[in-house]
Each structure stands twice: as C-alpha cells, then as structure tokens.
C-alpha cells in the first residue's frame, strides 16, 4: 500500500505517475520536505517511504512533465538541466541504477512523450535537439535525435500530447498548421 499523498510533499503539483522495474514513480512540481538532502521532482515509493530517483535533480525549481518507458528504462522530461550530475537538458533516462543523457537534450520546454513504432516522440517548445535544428517535435532512438519527417510547425506552435490510435500517432497542441502527415 501506498500512503496518502496530500500533506506528504510541498508546492505538489503531480503531473504523472508510473511503474518501473516494481516500483511506483511519481513526478511533478514537488519537494519532500526535513529530507537531507533535499528531494525535489521525482520520487520513487521503496514499500515504506518516499526516496530519491538515484542522487536525484538540481534544485527546487526541477519540474517533471511526464514520463514513459521505452528500451527498459524510464524517460524523464521536464523543467531541469541537471540530474544526478549528469547533463539532463529537459530529458533523462534512468535505467534503474543511474541517469544518463539523451544526447545534448533540448534546448526549450518539453511536454510531451510517446513511445511509437520503436521512437520515443517528444513534443513541446524547443528550439532544438541535441544543438540540432529540431524545433517543437523530435523523436528519439534511444541513441540519436532526428526530425519527425512532415513535422515542421509554423511559427512558434508547440505539441502539448501525443496519443496512438488505430497504429497512428496523433499530436495535440498549438500549431496553425503541420506541413505533412507523419
């Protein structure tokens, strides 16, 4: 059993939960308070406490978006440059010991992530990957970050969800218009 979440962090603003390797992860706006050192974004239940995901991110400003699963490890995205001493820029992995990077990572906010058709998708308002020139939508093969072919927005739109349906990717957000199908 898990215990009750209200009252149990400061400023908890929760924006997703997931299971990993048995463990239940939650990540948000949040801080676990009287922790030495302090706790902030992400925390996993151990079966009788709250803990730190690995040495855990930089500071009280770290804010996790979303998360999801792909290649066995979990993918953090969000408002962060450091995680465990490694460079985060807004995306990390965490293969259950340790977080390492995904390239250079994003330059800008992410919000978004799906696993579809063996990439990682990613979406939001950045203005690049890995100081590649891929702006709001990229999608990740667990080494390397390519353009999302046909998925060029106009002006400064941004990808707020990203949902599979009948072996499609559909992409919600604020954008006049796409130039292709994916």
Do not use: H
């Not at 922790?35 to 400003?61: A, C």
């Not at 250079?104 to 990682?120: C, D, P, Q, R, T």
């Amino acid at each position: 059993t898990y215990p009750p979440l209200e009252n149990t962090w400061s400023y908890p603003d929760l924006r997703k939960s997931i299971m990993y390797n048995g463990e239940l992860y939650v990540g948000g706006r949040l801080e676990v308070p009287n922790s030495s050192p302090p706790i902030y974004g992400l925390v996993k239940w151990d079966g009788s406490q709250w803990q730190k995901v690995g040495s855990g991110f930089n500071n009280q400003n770290t804010f996790i978006y979303n998360m999801a699963l792909f290649q066995n490890k979990l993918y953090a995205i969000g408002n962060f440059s450091i995680s465990s001493g490694s460079p985060g820029n807004c995306i990390a992995k965490w293969d259950g010991t340790s977080w390492s990077q995904c390239g250079s990572g994003l330059v800008g906010n992410v919000f978004a992530l799906k696993e579809y058709n063996g990439y990682l998708y990613v979406g939001g308002i950045f203005q690049s990957a890995s100081g590649g020139n891929i702006q709001s939508l990229a999608k990740w093969d667990g080494s390397q970050w390519y353009p999302v072919p046909g998925g060029t927005f106009a002006n400064s739109a941004s990808t707020a969800s990203f949902s599979v349906g009948n072996n499609d990717l559909y992409i919600c957000g604020y954008f006049d218009s796409i130039s292709n199908t994916l």
